[in-house]
């Protein structure tokens, strides 16, 4: 099956820095990309939806310049969050899709803790 | 917004017995879709339903979807310990692509 690869795993940094994400498709081409943030025994909220090669679409809320993605390559999108702050502590999900777009394939995700 | 709506928030059976989750959406939909997600990790997509069938199976999930009521249910047969997990619901928004998630059913099986 489809397999989303995400690292870091879990990142702790302090406050003020960036922190990048990254999220690859690993035996499909992903044509599109999506970001969710996932607080505890939350939900998962969309952040933004990323095609190939072309701006992401950020969600209601969401600070474009604050969360820069990226997605360069057919396999690769990266998230990154500029200037963290406490608030910004979450579970950090990718996912992609591509050919149908019926079904998306969740990466692992990536647990930012920012102190 | 939230699409869909599950419940219960929380459930709590023993091996071997039935675990039952509804979700409920508001607007049209192609299709729905269920997702289970362990404690702490990423999101594995369990079946898919569309508009034009009223239940589907695989191994020992049953989805059922009622258009007209607008809404679905997840039934686990035979739980396992190792079906611990949230379960959510998903349907895509507008267009095809992006799905909206329910807030999900945490399910604890226990031995």
């Known amino acids: 099956g489809a397999v989303v690869s995400q690292h870091p795993s879990r990142v702790i940094c302090k406050s003020g820095t960036s922190v990048k994400i990254e999220c690859r498709s690993l035996?499909?081409?992903?044509?599109?990309m999506f970001w969710y943030r996932q607080f505890p025994k939350q939900s998962l909220m969309l952040m933004a939806t990323?095609?190939?090669?072309?701006?992401?679409?950020?969600e209601q809320g969401v600070e474009k310049d604050k969360f820069l993605i990226n997605h360069a390559s057919l396999t690769l999108s990266t998230l990154t969050v500029t200037s963290a702050h406490p608030e910004d502590s979450s579970f950090y999900i990718c996912?992609?899709?591509?050919?149908?777009?019926?079904?998306?394939?969740f990466g692992p995700g990536t647990r930012l803790t920012v102190l | 917004s939230q699409q869909g709506e599950e419940d219960p928030q929380a459930l709590s059976i023993q091996e071997g017995e039935n675990a039952t989750m509804n979700c409920s959406y508001k607007?049209?939909?192609?299709?729905l879709q269920w997702y289970r997600q362990n404690s702490g990790r990423g999101l594995v997509h369990l079946i898919l339903?569309?508009?034009?069938?009223r239940e589907k199976h695989s191994g020992r999930l049953r989805v059922t979807l009622d258009t007209s009521k607008k809404s679905s249910s997840l039934l686990i047969t035979a739980s396992r310990a190792a079906d611990t997990a949230s379960y959510f619901c998903?349907?895509?928004?507008?267009?095809?692509?992006?799905?909206?998630f329910g807030k999900g059913t945490m399910l604890l099986v226990s031995p």
């Open positions: 996912s992609a899709s591509g050919g149908t777009t019926d079904t998306q394939y």
């Open positions: 035996d499909f081409q992903a044509t599109t």
């Open positions: 990323s095609n190939e090669g072309s701006k992401a679409t950020y």
């Open positions: 607007t049209s939909i192609n299709n």
């Open positions: 339903i569309r508009s034009n069938e």
């Open positions: 998903a349907t895509p928004a507008s267009g095809y692509s992006t799905l909206t």
